[in-house]
Antibody, heavy 114, light 112 residues
């Protein structure tokens, strides 16, 4: 069974950083592109970016490129999202997904507030 | 970026009736390989999105055959025949032809 489990969310102050993790199981992680998607409260889905199998190609939604960094550790079957300079607009549920969308995690909430 | 525009539904839809959700892309999603790079998802309340349709018209495994996708290079339709209570939620189309992958704004389905 394919499972994607996000962790690392929570309450963070404006301007601070946070790193999310996504633990994958049930498939050959290093064979797939992986991505991050977020959803602000009551809003639609926003694709953040994706990373290829060997981390040689990473794409970001342009408006988020300077704030987010996607990485992966194939030995640990884990995907990461490093978020910096967080603002209230980054408050959202963050999902990891196997590109282009067959499998999603349950999501992790990030709340940016003082 | 490719802009995805979704239509609304005349909610609520009576149980057992069919419902069609439209999606339009600002650029053709038809690749030279003959495939159309469009996904449809359902996000039920409080849940993660679930892939329903990929390549515009291929049902994902385990998805009811009440769901079908069709369209051209820029205009797409997700049809739900005989809607049921479990179909309630928000439906999203997504293009994965070009980065960044983009979603439509979502179409809410309510059942009467």
């Amino acid at each position: 069974e394919v499972k994607l489990v996000e962790s690392g969310g929570g309450l963070v102050q404006p301007g601070r950083s946070l790193k999310l993790s996504c633990a994958a199981s049930g498939f050959s992680f290093n064979d797939y592109w992986m991505g991050w998607v977020r959803q602000a409260p009551g809003k639609g889905l926003e694709w953040i970016g994706e990373i290829n199998q060997d981390s040689s190609t990473i794409n970001y939604t342009p408006s988020l490129k300077d704030k987010f960094t996607i990485s992966r550790d194939n030995a640990q079957n884990t995907l990461y999202l490093q978020m910096s300079k967080l603002g209230s607009e980054d408050t959202a549920i963050y999902y990891c997904a196997r590109v282009p969308g067959r499998y999603w995690g349950q999501g992790v909430m990030v709340t940016v507030s003082s | 970026d490719i802009v995805m525009t979704q239509g609304a539904l005349p909610n609520p839809v009576p149980s057992g009736e069919s419902a069609s959700i439209t999606c339009q892309s600002s650029k053709s999603l038809l690749h030279s390989n003959g495939k159309t790079y469009l996904n449809w998802y359902l996000q039920r309340p409080g849940q993660s999105p679930q892939l329903l349709i990929y390549w515009m018209s291929t049902r994902a495994s385990g998805v009811s055959d009440r769901f079908s996708g069709s369209g051209s290079g820029t205009d797409f339709t997700l049809k739900i025949s005989s809607v049921e209570a479990e179909d309630v939620g928000v439906y999203y189309c997504q293009q994965f032809l070009e980065y960044p992958f983009t979603f439509g704004s979502g179409t809410k389905l309510e059942i009467k």
